[in-house]
Every structure is written in structure tokens, then in C-alpha cells.
């Protein structure tokens, strides 16, 4: 089995971030949690000193992403995520008050694996979060190329 899954969650709001992280302990994950308040730390963090992404080739990831961020918008970092030939496996799943119809087709087609609107059921997102990390935690995420 692969290494555990961690969560990155990219959510500019601190009181829908502590709700979302208080609902996935609560469905039973206990997989790191690694918050950004920002899209610029997100990328930096993901991409690396290099900006290669070449830090989290052998790590199993999971973005938690909303699209509204003070500082870029989350199709931005979803685009260079998909693009990187290092991080474009990492299953996204953008959680945001968006629920224009085209916004929601694009996220789809730039490649995000779950779309998800807040206000949201948390239980439903719970669920959700939980069954994709025991789906990543059993299945091996392919591999980018080297």
C-alpha cells in the first residue's frame, strides 16, 4: 500500500474551514490536514521551491478547493495542477459557493474529480471525503512520468 493520503485544503474562510475539517474527523478520517488560507502558499507549497512539483511526485495528495481566494482564482490553481506533469493525478475536489452552470462545466473539463456547492450538506460532504480517502488510501494513484 501507498503512502497515506494528505488533504490540502485551500479555503480563504476560517470558520468554513474549521467545519469542513470538524466534519471529515467526524466521518472517522484521521489523514493530515494541511490548511491554506491562500492560493499563493497553496502553490508554493504544492509546486515547490523549484515550482516543478517534483516535491510530491511519490506522495498520495487530495486538494480540498474552493474558487474564491483572495489572492487567485482556484480555476487558476486547478489548471496549473492538471498541467504538471508531477501533480496532474492528484484527485481536486472544488468545494465553493459557484454554482454557475458554466463555471462548474469548466472545473469538470480542466480536469476536477468532484464539484461540490456551499452551502453544502456536511454530512453528504463528509461522506464524500471520506469515501474518496479510503478509495486513495486502498488504490495505488498512478504515477506521473519521470
Known amino acids: 500500500m501507498g503512502n497515506p493520503v494528505k488533504i490540502i485544503m485551500i479555503e480563504d474562510d476560517e470558520g468554513h474551514a474549521r467545519l469542513i475539517e470538524r466534519n471529515i474527523r467526524r466521518s472517522g478520517v484521521n489523514n493530515e490536514i494541511i490548511p491554506f488560507l491562500n492560493g499563493t502558499e497553496a502553490v508554493n507549497y504544492l ?9 510530491h511526485k511519490d506522495q498520495a495528495l487530495l486538494i480540498l478547493l474552493d474558487l474564491n481566494l483572495p489572492d487567485m482564482t482556484g480555476i487558476d490553481i486547478l489548471k496549473r495542477v492538471k498541467e504538471n506533469a508531477h501533480l496532474k493525478y492528484t484527485p481536486v475536489v472544488v468545494l465553493t459557493t459557484t454554482d454557475d452552470a458554466q463555471e462548474i462545466k469548466r472545473c469538470y473539463e480542466l480536469g476536477c474529480n468532484v464539484y461540490i456547492t456551499k452551502p453544502v450538506n456536511y454530512e453528504n460532504f463528509a461522506n464524500a471525503i471520506r469515501q474518496l480517502g479510503l478509495f486513495f488510501s486502498v488504490i495505488q494513484v498512478p504515477q506521473a512520468a519521470s
Open 47 to 55: 509546486f515547490g521551491t523549484d515550482g516543478s512539483g517534483l516535491a
